[in-house]
């Protein structure tokens, strides 16, 4: 196994078996001579646009204020004690998408997305906790981060942002560009800008059981066949006609018993939610449509790869892209596979391709799902 820079020289096997949900790591100088991708004014304009989740948290005269974007205008650089947290940057930038991809050591369903945080001197959005694992990458500036594992997750009541009541560092340490802290979930932290700052967060999924149950009981919905329709035969008269009878509760019990889900289902249903793009996320399909040959003539040439925002996972014989799934068959399975993990195919993969396949690409090409490369 390969040891890594990223991980502070460890390998991604120690890594996982030593930090991961456990204890905090600082990686100096993760990735040396880091420089960030996006300047204040391009996170700014970023911020400014409706297709993009943005936050203001603001700190003045110690008041706590969260406001969401999209802002025209946010509070002038030369002001302290503000930031703006700007989300899903990966999705819109070619440089944060490929800083993303080096987090693939990790699946991708458990992969969320590259949050990018501006904050002038003193700024941050106060001590806190999350629910989920995060890799913080200093990016520009320095950053002041306290940190603990707190017991006592008493949040003050009546403010706009979380914020713990008793927060109880147990450690600081300063992040310089291309330093890195890792924090397991419910690490509690509290980052503060020393000087204007940028902080890159590559965060993770973590659904609750109760959001996932719901959205499963959705999908059974949609595959729920059950035959037939009440009868009692055997009717007796009442003399309590607003009583439901014991009767209906058994033959109704009986009737909903006989839905039935297996482990596929499990399997479909969460590649489908999974896959599924934000709904902030709207693809950019291309201009003008090219028709099947032309594609293929180009994809043959050059290769073609999923777009940022294209969320592609597969199962088995599922595959599963941007929330449709379907059942691969055997002889195109290798190339969905590998167009899913390498998120792209070489000529000579289109090449090989069977014709299904070549069609889909085409289909998504259309939809703005994949691109040439
Ligand atoms: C930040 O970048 O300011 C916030 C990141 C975090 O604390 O989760
Ligand atoms: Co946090």
Redesign the pocket.
């Known amino acids: 196994m390969k040891k890594l820079t990223l991980l502070g020289g460890l390998t991604t096997q120690q890594f996982l078996r030593d930090y991961w949900h456990k204890k905090p790591l600082l990686i100096r100088q993760a990735i040396p001579q880091f420089k960030p991708l996006l300047t204040r004014e391009e996170l700014a304009a970023m911020a400014a646009r409706d297709d993009v989740e943005s936050r203001l948290v603001t700190h003045f005269g110690a008041r706590w204020q969260l406001k969401k974007g999209p802002f025209d205008q946010l509070p002038p650089f030369s002001k302290k004690a503000w930031?703006t947290?700007i989300q899903g940057v990966n999705l819109h930038h070619d440089g944060a998408d490929a800083l993303m991809q080096q987090f693939r050591f990790l699946p991708d369903a458990r992969l969320d997305d590259l949050?990018i945080?501006y904050?002038t001197d003193t700024g941050?959005?106060g001590p806190?906790f999350?629910a989920y694992d995060?890799f913080?990458l200093q990016a520009h500036g320095k950053r002041l981060w306290r940190i603990g594992p707190q017991t006592d997750m008493t949040l003050v009541e009546g403010l706009p942002v979380k914020i713990l009541k008793n927060f109880k560092p147990e450690q600081e340490m300063v992040l310089e560009p291309g330093d890195m802290l890792y924090l397991p979930p419910h690490y509690a932290?509290d980052?503060i800008a020393v000087g204007e700052c940028m902080?890159y967060?590559i965060g993770f999924r973590t659904p609750s059981f109760q959001e996932l149950g719901e959205g499963f009981l959705q999908y059974l919905t949609e595959s729920v066949e059950l035959d037939g329709h009440y009868a009692d035969p055997d009717l007796a008269p009442t003399s309590k006609p607003a009583e439901i009878g014991s009767d209906m509760i058994t033959r109704v019990a009986t009737a909903i018993r006989k839905i039935r889900f297996a482990d596929d289902d499990i399997a479909i249903f969460l590649g489908e939610y999974l896959s599924e793009p934000k709904p902030s996320v709207f693809f950019d399909a291309p201009v003008r449509s090219t028709s099947l040959p032309r594609f293929l003539e180009r994809a043959e040439k050059r290769g073609v790869k999923l777009a940022r925002k294209t969320r592609m996972l597969y199962r088995g014989r599922h595959v599963f892209i941007n929330g449709d799934s379907f059942v691969a068959a055997s002889a195109d399975r290798r190339a969905l596979v590998k167009l899913a993990d390498r998120r792209g195919l070489d000529p000579e993969d289109i090449k090989a391709a069977s014709e299904d396949v070549r069609e889909a690409l085409h289909a998504w090409h259309e939809d703005g799902w994949i691109v040439l490369q």
Request: charged content about 5%; cysteine-free.
């Open positions: 930031t947290l949050m945080s904050a941050g959005v806190h999350d995060v913080l932290h980052g902080t967060s």
